[in-house]
Nanobody, 121 residues
Framework: VQLQASGGGLVQAGGSLRLSCEAS????????VGWFRQAPEKEREFRAL????????SYADSVKGRFTIPRDTAKNTVYLQMNSLKPEDTAVYYC???????????????WGQGTLVTVSS
């Protein structure tokens, strides 16, 4: 399965963005879809995940109440809705799939190409 991440851009602090992760050449059935971010010279960091079959979700503490991870089964797409954005949210955001619900990036096998989110103060 190939993942296409999109929706990044430049936004002011307090604003919102919605990232999309679309699967092609397959579906998300049987997978967990996770969103991670990576800032320059920092490790990839978990943001949120959704178990496709059950819609069960989990979030990093730093995004709880600000981010949600909805899905659209008809479009085979997972989103990351980011509200109340802060400058420290600036990073390249990646979506990925795993066979288990994990916050660890090494558990994820397929990765999208990343989309840059820049939050200005």
């Amino acid at each position: 399965v190939q993942l296409q991440a999109s929706g990044g851009g430049l936004v002011q602090a307090g604003g919102s963005l919605r990232l999309s992760c679309e699967a092609s050449g397959g579906t998300f059935n049987g997978y967990t879809v996770g969103w991670f971010r990576q800032a320059p010279e920092k490790e990839r960091e978990f943001r949120a995940l959704i178990i496709w079959s059950s819609s069960w979700t989990s979030y990093a503490d730093s995004v709880k109440g600000r981010f949600t991870i909805p899905r659209d089964t008809a479009k085979n797409t997972v989103y990351l809705q980011m509200n109340s954005l802060k400058p420290e949210d600036t990073a390249v955001y990646y979506c990925a799939t795993a066979r288990i619900a994990s916050t660890r990036s090494y558990e994820y096998s397929y990765w999208g190409q990343g989309t840059l989110v820049t939050v200005s103060s």
